[in-house]
């Protein structure tokens, strides 16, 4: 009964600062109102937080009366009085709360600490969806790639960074220190971005091999017992294997797509022989769209598709025949790359080409493709028995593919995918007509 009565006394405490944050008198004393805020907000548990961001969905909004006068107002007068009263007006309270929270000595790493524990609650509560809104907002800006620092993880970056880099990492796991280092060695390289108020901490990285040809297999690129290439003069690719998100409170804010960007540019001005920039992909869900029946359109009818690609489908899905045998009881009864058939080979790579050139667009696209061709990347290359892992192997049966990143046309591809239209090269091409 005393701890309850504890918690309840914390989260009245929590509640009752935001209110005199808010105020006219918080805007004065907003550091120290705000250190209250987050000492209080700390001590909550995840009942609490539900109660917590409730009072933040329920009591904060815009005020629909007077948002109607400022838009009616505006209407008939689109002046620039009436124009910035309308901003005013339409904008939460909750938004001034949480700049207002930002000016405490650890307030940007407080509203990413909510938000993660606000994402938690979405899914049963998604009434809270207004307060991820306002934050995800104003996170958006906070950490724009404009404010944010690109810096090179190597062997000499602070121990505590390295721990993170393996602790995050969320592609290639990484086993232990002997991994890492040969992850940072000359021929590899590892980048991430920073923010000011955070600055030992990792918010995304990505990990890059320096190679003489694109690579068609994920085992040698992670492998902690390869020898490492120290001639720059055979660094011909650069090959992005692995991106990953530190920080779940961010999620939704964009940031990757800048970082393969900048560490693509600084990569050529260091090593000018580099000529291709390609990533080696997974192709997480793809098996799981297969035995859902390999939809091509998210909002087209299947007639609507051209009879080439649905009758590629159909033969495809054919010669696997998941309906009589799941993928599941292909994996248990021994299944591989190594022994699967010629057909089985054929059938799995069309399909896989269907899916990342005409599915990607949709709502349902893969969402790593949907990362790569939404950067500006070009679908290149299907590469068979790419991933031997178990999961890859249950995901997307061993397959990986390579996205290219053309510097010169990453903008054009960009528009085309935001279109609706996916840039492929010939080989893809070739496995849709098999």
Same mark, same amino acid.
């Given at each position: 009964?005393?701890?309850?009565?504890?918690?309840?006394?914390?989260?009245?405490?929590?509640?009752?600062?935001?209110?005199?944050?808010?105020?006219?008198?918080?805007?004065?004393?907003?550091?120290?109102?705000?250190?209250?805020?987050?000492?209080?907000?700390?001590?909550?548990?995840?009942?609490?937080?539900?109660?917590?961001?409730?009072?933040?969905?329920?009591?904060?909004?815009?005020?629909?009366?007077?948002?109607?006068?400022?838009?009616?107002?505006?209407?008939?007068?689109?002046?620039?009085?009436?124009?910035?009263?309308?901003?005013?007006?339409?904008?939460?309270?909750?938004?001034?709360?949480?700049?207002?929270?930002?000016?405490?000595?650890?307030?940007?790493?407080?509203?990413?600490?909510?938000?993660?524990?606000?994402?938690?609650?979405?899914?049963?509560?998604?009434?809270?969806?207004?307060?991820?809104?306002?934050?995800?907002?104003?996170?958006?800006?906070?950490?724009?790639?404009?404010?944010?620092?690109?810096?090179? =993880? @190597?062997? &000499?970056?602070? %121990?505590?960074?390295?721990? #993170?880099?393996? *602790?995050?990492? !969320?592609?290639?796991? $990484?086993?232990?220190?002997?991994?890492?280092?040969?992850?940072?060695?000359?021929?590899?390289?590892?980048?991430?971005?920073?923010?000011?108020?955070?600055?030992?901490?990792?918010?995304?990285?990505?990990?890059?091999?320096?190679?003489?040809?694109?690579?068609?297999?994920?085992?040698?690129? =992670? @492998?902690? &017992?390869?020898? %490492?290439?120290?001639?720059? #003069?055979?660094? *011909?690719?650069? !090959?992005?294997?692995? $991106?990953?998100?530190?920080?779940?409170?961010?999620?939704?804010?964009?940031?990757?797509?800048?970082?393969?960007?900048?560490?693509?540019?600084?990569?050529?001005?260091?090593?000018?022989?580099?000529?291709?920039?390609?990533?080696?992909?997974?192709?997480?869900?793809?098996?799981?769209?297969?035995?859902?029946?390999?939809?091509? %359109?998210?909002?087209?009818?299947?007639?609507?598709?051209?009879? !080439?690609?649905?009758?590629?489908?159909?033969?495809?899905?054919?010669?696997?025949?998941?309906?009589?045998?799941?993928?599941?009881?292909?994996?248990?009864?021994?299944?591989?790359?190594?022994?699967?058939?010629?057909?089985?080979?054929?059938?799995?790579?069309?399909?896989?080409?269907?899916?990342?050139?005409?599915?990607?667009?949709?709502?349902?696209?893969?969402?790593?493709?949907?990362?790569?061709?939404?950067?500006? !990347?070009?679908?290149?290359?299907?590469?068979?028995?790419?991933?031997?892992?178990?999961?890859?192997?249950?995901?997307?049966?061993?397959?990986?593919?390579?996205?290219?990143?053309?510097?010169?046309?990453?903008?054009?591809?960009?528009?085309?995918?935001?279109?609706?239209?996916?840039?492929?090269?010939?080989?893809?091409?070739?496995?849709?007509?098999?």
């Amino acid at each position: 009964m005393l701890e309850k009565l504890t918690k309840s006394r914390y989260l009245a405490r929590a509640i009752g600062a935001v209110n005199r944050l808010i105020s006219e008198r918080g805007e004065s004393n907003a550091v120290s109102m705000a250190d209250e805020l987050i000492h209080n907000y700390r001590k909550l548990d995840k009942d609490q937080h539900i109660k917590f961001f409730t009072a933040l969905a329920e009591k904060y909004n815009p005020d629909p009366d007077k948002v109607l006068k400022a838009a009616q107002s505006f209407a008939a007068d689109p002046n620039t009085r009436n124009y910035v009263r309308l901003q005013r007006i339409t904008e939460s309270p909750r938004q001034e709360l949480l700049r207002r929270l930002n000016r405490a000595r650890a307030g940007t790493a407080a509203v990413v600490e909510m938000r993660r524990d606000l994402l938690q609650l979405l899914d049963k509560k998604p009434e809270l969806a207004t307060v991820d809104f306002d934050m995800r907002h104003l996170l958006s800006s906070w950490f724009n790639p404009g404010f944010l620092k690109m810096h090179r =993880v @190597d062997w &000499k970056s602070p %121990a505590e960074v390295l721990e #993170k880099i393996i *602790k995050h990492e !969320a592609v290639h796991a $990484i086993d232990g220190w002997d991994d890492l280092r040969r992850r940072l060695q000359p021929d590899r390289r590892c980048f991430a971005f920073f923010h000011p108020q955070l600055p030992d901490e990792p918010l995304i990285f990505v990990e890059v091999g320096l190679l003489p040809d694109i690579p068609i297999a994920i085992a040698p690129l =992670v @492998d902690k &017992k390869a020898e %490492a290439v120290s001639q720059p #003069k055979v660094y *011909k690719v650069a !090959a992005f294997y692995s $991106i990953s998100n530190c920080e779940p409170g961010l999620r939704g804010v964009s940031m990757g797509n800048f970082l393969i960007k900048r560490v693509a540019e600084q990569l050529h001005a260091e090593f000018p022989s580099l000529k291709t920039f390609i990533t080696l992909s997974p192709i997480p869900g793809f098996v799981d769209w297969i035995a859902a029946g390999a939809n091509l %359109a998210d909002q087209m009818p299947m007639e609507q598709i051209k009879p !080439a690609l649905r009758t590629a489908r159909d033969q495809a899905l054919a010669t696997l025949n998941l309906t009589d045998h799941s993928w599941a009881e292909r994996l248990g009864g021994g299944w591989h790359p190594d022994t699967a058939t010629a057909k089985e080979k054929s059938a799995l790579l069309c399909l896989t080409a269907l899916y990342l050139a005409h599915v990607s667009t949709g709502r349902n696209g893969n969402p790593v493709a949907k990362f790569h061709l939404g950067n500006g !990347a070009k679908l290149h290359q299907i590469n068979w028995a790419g991933d031997l892992s178990r999961k890859g192997l249950r995901q997307s049966a061993g397959i990986m593919v390579n996205y290219l990143y053309d510097l010169a046309s990453v903008e054009e591809n960009h528009e085309r995918f935001v279109n609706g239209e996916v840039m492929y090269s010939r080989l893809i091409s070739r496995l849709m007509a098999s």
